[in-house]
């Protein structure tokens, strides 16, 4: 009879324990996946970049404008009315003469590059986007370090950052929020081709901002993905550092 009960009894612990286990191992998996995630946003925006860096959600070729013209905001301005010049860094006196202007016929908007760095403000915080910017440098004869870019999820005054490097490299840096203190971004690495035309000629940046990541297309090319997990949202704008440069086509789509 005691021999039919322990028999009993083990056969019931010995289920138990194979109902239970794989439940106990998927638990495990999950909460080290957990505690590396959090780790990695931890160790600050490069780091988090590159445990971000998702190809499936990230396509290596993209045109975004082309594959869907639905829902594209025109940004291109008719007026400077809701944009403001801010100088580049933060409190630094601007130049009293604007080095921005309109060409209404051909429909850019040009930086002369003459009165000082800057950049131009949009007047409204957005949250995740997509942007559409062309852009091309005017030739100048003996010049080699041509520099301008476009900015995303920058705080009111440029405080905080986030740059799409205009220039003869193209890749991300900036100076974001890491644990509620301003840090640093490192740039990302450059891509193993350089998707960048010859100055004089026209090249387009895309730049989405979905959740942590900002991510920069150029000429089509997927260049660069950093995270910015403490900045959801900010002012986006062009900027002027001593070069003539001209933008066109600029284009923006609210993301849900």
Known sequence: MKT?????????V???ILIILPAFQSYGRSHA???????????????????AMAPEESPQ???????DPSGWIDMTPKSFRHWTRMPVPPG????????????????????????????????????NILLHVE????????????????????????????????????????QTLVE??????TQTPAPAVDPLRPVGEWNTYEIRCDGPKITLW????????FATPEVPKGYWGLEAEGYWIEFRNIKLKVLK
């Open 135 to 174: 852009w091309r440098f005017a030739p100048k004869a003996g010049a080699t370090g041509y520099n301008s870019g476009v900015f995303v999820r920058n705080d009111r005054t440029g405080r905080v950052w986030h740059q799409a490097q205009v220039g003869t490299r193209a890749y991300i840096f900036g």
């Open 92 to 127: 630094k006196p601007l130049d009293p003469d604007s080095q921005w202007k309109l060409d209404k016929q051909h429909g850019t908007v040009i930086c002369e590059g003459n009165h000082g760095h800057e950049w131009l403000r949009y007047n409204h915080e957005y949250a």
């Open 14 to 16: 010995l289920f138990a």
């Open 218 to 225: 150029v000429n089509g090319d997927l260049t660069g993905e």
């Open 61 to 67: 070729k993209a045109d975004f404008l082309v594959y």
């Open 4 to 12: 039919r009960q322990f028999t009993r009894t083990t056969a019931i």
């Open 180 to 185: 509620g203190n301003l840090s640093r971004m």
């Open 33 to 51: 996946a957990a505690i590396r995630n959090s780790g990695d946003l931890a160790l600050g925006p490069a780091r988090a970049a590159e445990s």
